[in-house]
């Protein structure tokens, strides 16, 4: 019998249960470790930023549906993990393993730029949490709109999302009738627009670009954050973007369970 351990249950760990459970037979164990327990589908997370969906609308109990699939479920935090003696370390035990896939996602390093960040001065759409919280402020924007600040600080390195939401902005705001009150900043460590931390895709240079100009988006390429201060982003070149709504996806970094174990 053979044990594949999965820690992370969001959009890599869970498929990966799923395949793992699909493709093997059932005398082979196969267990999920997650510090939550329901799933969240991540890439609807800047519609709930805006209102357009809800938490219940993207979510479910990961419990039953494991169970249901004869997929265990421990629901606990990784601590840590010793590959020596080939096991996970969580606060309901051990669970042991012969296979270990490590889909916990990143570490959200909001303490690597002063005042970023949810408990800081802006917004964040990495986790429905935070978009529900984003969405509580965009209620309280839209009745004194002003500049928005959107994009990514320095050290991230998933831009999508922030994109994303510069557009959806964009359109929401235009349903309410509030745009021309709106300037749209995008602040990016990218190169150029589109670029995406991969060099751009196919013609994403262009057509972003295109877009950013047909929307009146604003792109400050090339941009490392130096503070982020009530109602103004301040820039390592000196400049500095006002806004009365930020939202920006923070650096990553590896979580503890995983960035602490030596050889991963």
């Not at 805006?50 to 421990?74: C, N, Q, T, Y």
């Not at 939401?165 to 009150?181: E, G």
């Not at 103004?232 to 806004?243: I, T």
């Amino acid at each position: 019998m053979a044990r594949v351990a999965i820690i992370g249950a969001s959009i890599g760990g869970l498929p990966a249960a799923y395949e793992a459970r699909a493709l093997l037979d059932k005398k082979h164990k196969v267990t999920v470790i997650s510090n939550v327990d329901s799933f969240h589908f991540v890439p609807s997370n800047p519609w709930v930023a805006v209102g357009w969906r809800k938490r219940k609308d993207i979510s479910f109990a990961l419990g039953p549906v494991l169970e249901k699939k004869g997929i265990e479920f421990v629901h606990a935090a990784a601590d840590r993990i010793e590959p020596e003696q080939n096991r996970v370390i969580t606060a309901k035990g051990e669970v042991p393993y012969d296979y270990l896939i490590v889909a916990t996602g990143p570490k959200l390093n909001f303490g690597a730029v002063p005042g970023l960040g949810p408990s800081g001065f802006t917004q964040s759409v990495c986790n429905v949490d935070h978009a529900e919280q984003a969405w509580g402020v965009y209620q309280s924007f839209l009745k004194d709109p002003g500049p928005i600040v959107v994009g990514a600080a320095q050290g991230a390195s998933c831009f999508g999302p922030a994109y994303e939401m510069a557009f959806i902005f964009d359109a929401d705001l235009r349903r309410k009738k509030l745009r021309k009150k709106v300037p749209i900043y995008f602040v990016t460590p990218e190169p150029y627009i589109g670029h995406m931390g991969l060099a751009g895709v196919g013609k994403s240079r262009r057509l972003m670009e295109d877009e950013f100009a047909e929307h009146s988006i604003k792109p400050i390429s090339s941009a490392a954050i130096k503070e982020v201060q009530p109602g103004k982003m301040l820039l390592d070149n000196g400049q500095e973007v006002p806004f009365r709504y930020s939202m920006m996806i923070p650096p990553f970094a590896g979580v503890d369970a995983v960035a602490g174990t030596p050889g991963l």
